[in-house]
């Protein structure tokens, strides 16, 4: 029997939705909303095939570069998503936290944040983290600033830090590194996301834009990774 071998981190690049509206003469918003959907999907696909850990990059630290009505319109989606799908995600055994500077979100999408990580925070059958203000950058910058806090504190020796010092500093300090890097809408580029928790993930790039993205697509990239012989660098 063939051995199937299952990511038990999934990282996701949700790009493509505005081409997925430009395509269809819609608002850019309109692709993001669409979005949304597939995020759900996500999550279904990820529950059924036994995928413990779920990151999900929704804004990065360079996104506040595009127009204020866009900002706007994906902060908006993101409150309204959280408290629409927090109840079924819920009973879905879903436990959503974020990654990134919160603390620059609007506060009606903070509060939309804190209901659902409250809400969630007993479950564990799949846990997801939403990367919302997130650099992989801006990530290493913050634990750099902390170790060294601690390190003028007299808390800990330079000499004797590890590499495991500075995961456990990082915002994903409790998610496992990725397995599987899914980016979609067709770039073949990391764009700042998760740079250090990244370093020996599969990344699976494909044409489909994310509110394209369905099971079956999902699903060719989990049969894509099954295939994948991973090294580390070793020899096998
Ligand atoms: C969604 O896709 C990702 C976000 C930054 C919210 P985009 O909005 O980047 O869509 P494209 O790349 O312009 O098609
Ligand atoms: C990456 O997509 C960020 C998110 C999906 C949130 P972008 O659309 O911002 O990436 P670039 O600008 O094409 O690299
Ligand atoms: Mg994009």
Same mark, same amino acid.
């Given at each position: 029997?063939? #051995?199937?071998? $299952?990511?038990?981190? $999934?990282?996701?690049?949700?790009?493509?939705?505005?081409?997925?509206?430009?395509?269809?003469?819609?608002?850019?918003? %309109?692709?993001? +909303?669409? &979005? /949304?959907?597939?995020? +759900? &999907?996500?999550?279904?696909?990820?529950?059924?095939?036994?995928?413990d850990y779920l990151t999900l990059f929704a804004f990065s630290t360079e996104n506040w570069k595009r127009s204020a009505a866009e900002v706007d319109a994906i902060m908006s989606l993101l409150r309204e998503f959280l408290y629409s799908q927090t109840p079924e995600m819920n009973e879905?055994? $879903?436990?959503?936290?974020? $990654? &990134?500077? /919160?603390? +620059? %979100?609007?506060?009606?999408?903070? +509060?939309?944040? #804190? *209901?659902?990580? #409250?809400? /969630?925070?007993?479950?564990?059958?799949?846990?997801?983290?939403?990367?919302?203000? *997130?650099? &992989?950058?801006?990530? %290493?910058? *913050?634990a750099t600033k902390e170790i060294a806090r601690r390190a003028a504190r007299g808390l800990i020796d330079p000499e004797t830090l590890t590499e495991e010092d500075i995961s456990a500093s990082l915002y994903?300090?409790?998610f496992p590194d990725p397995d599987l890097l899914i980016r979609t809408g067709a770039e073949k580029r990391i764009s700042n996301f998760m740079l250090w928790q990244l370093a020996y993930c599969e990344i699976y790039f494909t044409d489909t834009l994310w509110p394209d993205m369905d099971k079956e697509k999902f699903a060719e990239a989990l049969k894509w990774f099954s295939g994948r012989q991973r090294r580390y660098g070793g020899v096998k």
């Open positions: 029997m063939e #051995e199937k071998k $299952i990511p038990a981190h $999934i990282a996701m690049v949700m790009d493509g939705n505005g081409r997925w509206a430009s395509q269809r003469g819609f608002s850019r918003s %309109i692709g993001h +909303r669409k &979005g /949304t959907e597939t995020v +759900r &999907g996500a999550m279904e696909f990820c529950i059924d095939n036994s995928v879905n055994g $879903i436990k959503i936290d974020f $990654i &990134g500077d /919160t603390s +620059r %979100i609007p506060a009606s999408s903070q +509060r939309a944040m #804190e *209901y659902a990580r #409250e809400t /969630t925070k007993n479950n564990d059958k799949l846990k997801v983290n939403i990367a919302c203000n *997130y650099g &992989g950058r801006a990530d %290493i910058l *913050y994903t300090s409790d």
